[in-house]
């Protein structure tokens, strides 16, 4: 198939990953196990199809409106921000970074193929990264926290669960999901635990971080206790919001993105062991999702400085808490390749980032990571690449054995 590498307008997928497949057999893939613990879909294609599954009827109603808004006849794609919220930010940088397949059809649009086009397109994708398993999560809902109408992201977000579990994710059992809990309502979020948490599809739960809810407070308590008792992880899935007031003074996207991303999940953090929650809930496993690495050592140095002075105000915990944050699980993308490998390496080893680090792509977003971030690194043994890569995730997950040889799956359209 030949076709030109890309237009500013038109990115034919196959094309952003054509080198990802040459390094997947050059590093020998197929003999390991690899999980991507973040990668998404654009449901943004799909609120036709999600909205029915809408419990509420007003809320039902004025989702159908968004959706048709000023259409003839077809749904419209460009929902989201009506749905969801708003999105500030050019990503794309007028087309200078390439975004695949969002916003118009591509090969796997017209693929003659009965599965949903949502999942066709992760598999393929899957296939020539060489991944194994694929945590996916949605992509505009990630601001849906921000949502004025906490019955809103209630019932999206209800109707998006019941959407990808019922209709998706039977598709095929490869790709998995942490069911996105409506973090501010308290009472639904365990609900939605309740509904979903037996399904074999379901690894987990997530919040998405761009929300100013306290994650200490009380009523989260049954939500955490239920999700401890089922022994699955809880996550949370970084974002930026540039109308946060202490961020709103940056002028450009490049900064938001270098600082939005962390700081959202620098707050929640904190607050989840200064408040000691990690002696509360001992056998619930925490993630923290697309913040990069760069944070976890400042953090480790700046609370424990802290903790050994004003060691009163958090009189739960009963040690460092660096040492907390040693039992906690990070997945790596946007993983800061410095130039200066030495700060790479004192971060794994303050992170024990052999066990507790996890890989993560965040395809098809414009900074997306390939497997080669791990494993090309030269200060880790091929055993830790091999965790890293996949074995961590496969013991949080509890996700069966076997390697599924991707790589003889792997083509062009």
């Known amino acids: 198939m030949s076709r030109e590498l890309y237009t500013r307008s038109n990115v034919w997928v196959e094309n952003t990953l054509s ?58 794609m460009n929902a989201s921000a009506a749905l969801t919220g708003v999105q500030i930010g050019n990503q794309e940088v007028g087309g200078r970074i390439v975004r695949a397949g969002r916003n118009f059809k591509d090969a796997v649009t017209e693929a003659d193929d009965e599965r949903h086009h949502d999942v066709v397109r992760m598999l393929w994708a899957m296939d020539n990264m060489g991944v194994d398993y694929t945590v996916m999560f949605p992509t505009p809902m990630l601001n849906l926290g921000m949502h004025p109408q906490i019955e809103a992201e209630v019932s999206l977000a209800r109707a998006y669960n019941r959407w990808l579990t019922q209709v998706l994710l039977p598709q095929d059992d490869r790709i998995k999901t942490m069911i996105y809990l409506p973090f501010n309502d308290p009472k639904a979020a365990l609900e939605f635990v309740e509904e979903f948490g037996a399904l074999d599809s379901v690894v987990g739960f997530m919040v998405t971080s761009v929300r100013n809810r306290m994650v200490h407070h ?66 619930l496993d925490v993630l923290w999702i697309e913040s990069g690495l760069a ?4 953090m480790m140095q700046r609370l424990d400085n802290e903790y050994m002075m004003r060691t009163s105000e958090a009189p739960l915990l009963k040690k460092l808490p660096s040492e907390y944050m040693r039992d906690m699980y990070f997945s790596t993308q946007p993983m800061e390749l410095h130039h200066n490998e030495k700060a790479l390496e004192v971060t794994f080893e303050m992170m024990d980032a052999p066990n ?23 200060t880790l043994s091929e055993e830790d690449k091999r965790k890293i890569l996949g074995g961590n995730a496969q013991r949080l997950f509890k996700l069966p054995d076997g390697v599924r040889k991707k790589l003889a799956r792997a083509t062009d359209w």
């Open 356 to 378: 507790r680090l996890l890989f993560s792509s965040d395809y098809p977003h414009w900074d997306y990571d390939l497997p080669s971030t791990i494993y090309d690194r030269p």
């Open 295 to 298: 944070w976890i050592p400042f």
């Open 19 to 76: 080198n990802a497949r040459e390094q997947a057999a050059d590093r020998g893939y197929d003999d390991f196990l690899i999980v991507d613990v973040d990668a998404h879909h654009y449901e943004n294609r799909a609120w036709a199809d999600i909205v029915p599954f809408m419990e509420d009827g007003p809320m039902k109603e004025w989702a159908h409106a968004q959706v048709y808004r000023g259409s003839t006849g077809g749904a419209s």
């Open 218 to 283: 009380n009523d989260y308590a049954p939500v955490y206790s239920a999700i401890q008792d089922l022994g699955k992880p809880l996550a949370f899935h970084a974002a930026y919001n540039w109308n946060e007031p202490n961020l709103a003074q940056l002028n450009k996207f490049i900064s938001i993105h270098a600082l939005g991303f962390t700081t959202s999940n620098m707050v929640h953090l904190t607050n989840w062991i200064i408040n000691g929650l990690p002696e509360r809930f001992p056998d």
